[in-house]
């Protein structure tokens, strides 16, 4: 059977409110980068001005690229260095918590708390079964979950060390 796939489930006015609603939200999203856009390609005082229309102009990145007052390739170093340094940092405190969070028992409140409040369901809730909110031993396979959910929280969990 070959027909057509609605994108929005509404029909007539409701269906052209949807999409004057989502034309909106596209809109509030990749206007301020077209207006950053806009505004690399104009002089400054055009800039302060506010005008609309303008010649387009390449000063400004021969600026910052080139010119003797910049420091861009210091500054691009500086944020690599900041950037892997705090991803470091990041992953060696998460995987000691993620080890005390296994290898401990927690009071019933911080597992909770940690399922809740993490942004993937799937792995909260294999964070829940695996850290013992119970007393006895949660099972492997967390409930209501999709076949390829299943099979990466499973796929995780078995890489744990066993305590």
Do not use: E
């Not at 509404?10 to 409110?17: D, K, N, S």
């Not at 077209?34 to 303008?54: D, E, H, R, V």
């Not at 390449?58 to 500086?78: E, H, P, Q």
């Amino acid at each position: 059977m070959t027909g057509t796939v609605n994108a929005l489930p509404f029909r007539g006015r409701r269906r052209g409110v949807a999409y004057a609603v989502l034309a909106l939200a596209v809109l509030c999203i990749v206007g301020p980068f077209a207006w950053i856009l806009m505004n690399s390609f104009k002089q400054p005082i055009a800039i302060l001005t506010g005008a609309w229309s303008f010649t387009p102009t390449l000063a400004n990145y021969a600026d910052v690229l080139m010119s003797r007052r910049s420091d861009f390739a210091a500054n691009v170093a500086n944020s690599l260095i900041v950037a892997t340094a705090s991803t470091a940092l990041v992953l060696v405190i998460g995987t000691l918590a993620a080890y005390s969070l296994y290898r401990f028992r927690w009071a019933r409140w911080v597992t909770s708390s940690l399922r809740t409040t993490t942004p993937t369901p799937g792995l909260g809730r294999a964070v829940h079964q695996r850290c013992g909110s119970t007393r006895r031993r949660a099972s492997r396979r967390p409930a209501r979950m999709s076949h390829c959910g299943r099979r990466v929280v499973r796929r995780s969990i078995d890489f744990m060390p066993k305590g």
